[in-house]
């Protein structure tokens, strides 16, 4: 059992950054993603990083803003967001999978969230 603990969200002003973070319990052989729920929104695919790190991938609405990287040693995954934008607010959640996927129904471990509030 995988269990996932995110942290490094707060309030930002617009323009800002910050950086997520999300620890595992243990070594994690999976492919490791970044999900975002915005109020009245349903959860949507952030970005994802492959076990090795050797493949990314992002959403359009945020690459180039945004990059995804892990730590092994450390069982960690980050998000780093700059240029951060009130429509960024969110809930922001990390998964892990043992596919390489961005679909949420193939995650078979969820953290329990942490709120990111972009002020314009």
């Known amino acids: 059992q995988v269990q996932l603990v995110e942290s490094g969200g707060g309030l930002v002003q617009a323009g800002g950054s910050l950086r997520l973070s999300c620890a595992a319990n243990?070594?994690?052989?999976?492919?490791m993603g970044w999900f975002r729920q915005a109020p009245g929104k349903e959860r949507e695919f952030i970005a994802l990083?492959?076990?090795?790190?050797?493949?990314?991938y992002y959403t359009d609405s945020v690459r180039g803003r945004f990059t995804i990287s892990r730590d092994n040693g450390k069982n960690t995954v980050y998000l780093q967001m700059n240029s951060l934008r009130p429509e960024d607010t969110a809930v922001y959640y990390c998964?892990?999978?043992?596919?390489?996927?961005?679909?949420?129904?193939?995650?078979?471990?969820w953290g329990q969230g942490t709120q990111v509030t972009v002020s314009s």
């Open positions: 998964a892990a999978t043992t596919r390489f996927s961005s679909t949420q129904s193939e995650y078979n471990y």
């Open positions: 243990g070594r994690t052989f999976y492919t």
């Open positions: 990083i492959s076990w090795s790190t050797t493949f990314t």
